[in-house]
Nanobody, 125 residues
Framework: QIQLVESGGGLVQTGGSLRLACAISDLTISPYTVAWFRQGPGKEREIVAG????????HYADFVKGRFTIAKDGAEKTVYLEMNSLKPEDTAIYFC??????????????????WGQGTQVTVSS
C-alpha cells in the first residue's frame, strides 16, 4: 500500500507561482505513472499534468501548457508541479494520483488507484 501526500498549496496573487509536491511513500521501489488533477467548486475533476512511469513522457492540459511543469525527483519518491503565471481560474483543490499499472498517461481519474488528500490553491485577482 502506498500513500500520496501533497504539499505546497496556498494563496497567491494573479501572475504568481507555486510549487506543489507529491511525496510517495512505498515499501517497494516501483515506478509509477503520476498525474496531477484539480477540482474547482462545482466542477468535475480534470487532469492538469501527468508524467509516465519512465519519466520520459509528460502530458499537459491545454490550459496549463507553457505555464506548468511536472517533474519527478531522481529517486522517484516525489513528483513536483511547478505552476507559474497563475490565474484566478486555476483556483482549485489539486490532487496527486498514481498508478502502478498504467503505461501511459490517462486523463481519466478512474484509472488511477492511489490518491492524495489534495491541497488547496487559491489565486486572487
Amino acid at each position: 500500500q502506498i500513500q500520496l501526500v501533497e504539499s505546497g498549496g496556498g494563496l497567491v496573487q494573479t501572475g504568481g507561482s507555486l510549487r506543489l509536491a507529491c511525496a510517495i511513500s512505498d515499501l517497494t521501489i516501483s515506478p509509477y505513472t503520476v498525474a496531477w488533477f484539480r477540482q474547482g467548486p462545482g466542477k468535475e475533476r480534470e487532469i492538469v499534468a501527468g508524467i509516465e512511469r519512465s519519466g520520459h513522457i509528460t502530458h499537459y492540459a491545454d490550459f496549463v501548457k507553457g505555464r506548468f511543469t511536472i517533474a519527478k525527483d531522481g529517486a522517484e519518491k516525489t513528483v513536483y508541479l511547478e505552476m507559474n503565471s497563475l490565474k484566478p481560474e486555476d483556483t482549485a483543490i489539486y490532487f496527486c494520483a498514481a498508478s502502478l499499472w498504467l503505461s501511459y498517461i490517462s486523463t481519466a481519474p478512474e484509472n488511477y488507484y492511489y490518491w492524495g488528500q489534495g491541497t488547496q490553491v487559491t489565486v486572487s485577482s
